[in-house]
């Protein structure tokens, strides 16, 4: 079965980087009925972390975050890869963009389980409608 790839939009956030911030902000969007599709966090130094959502609804999570007090900047794009797991899954997605002379900027790759993968994928916006072709969508 071939990889479902799909652009995403995600929305980022800065909060302080400490201990339960990011259990904090993720309750509180569980609580308001919030579905993300994907989501991660890292540090990006002088006491702040960035937090990237993928929600479901976009209008739902900018309004529970709007409630939140959460500031989001606007929407940026990115891929959301999934498909069943295999060996070689993400070097393969990786290879089409390096064929295609697209550099990556970030991705974080897990095994989702019950022969399942999925890839959050960011380039360069610059270069996203060219990545989306190299990645058949």
Known sequence: MADDVRSV????????DQAGEGHRVLSALSAAGIDLRAFCGFPTGEGKAQLDFVPTDAKAFLAAAE???LRVRKPKQAFLISGDDRVGAVA???GKLASAKIAITAAQAISAGNGRWGMLLWVKPARHAQA???LGI
């Not at 939009?9 to 302080?16: H, L, M, P, Q």
């Open 67 to 69: 409630r939140l007090k």
């Open 9 to 16: 939009e995600y929305y980022a956030a800065s909060v302080k």
């Open 92 to 94: 393969s997605a990786l």
């Open 132 to 134: 989306a072709r190299a």
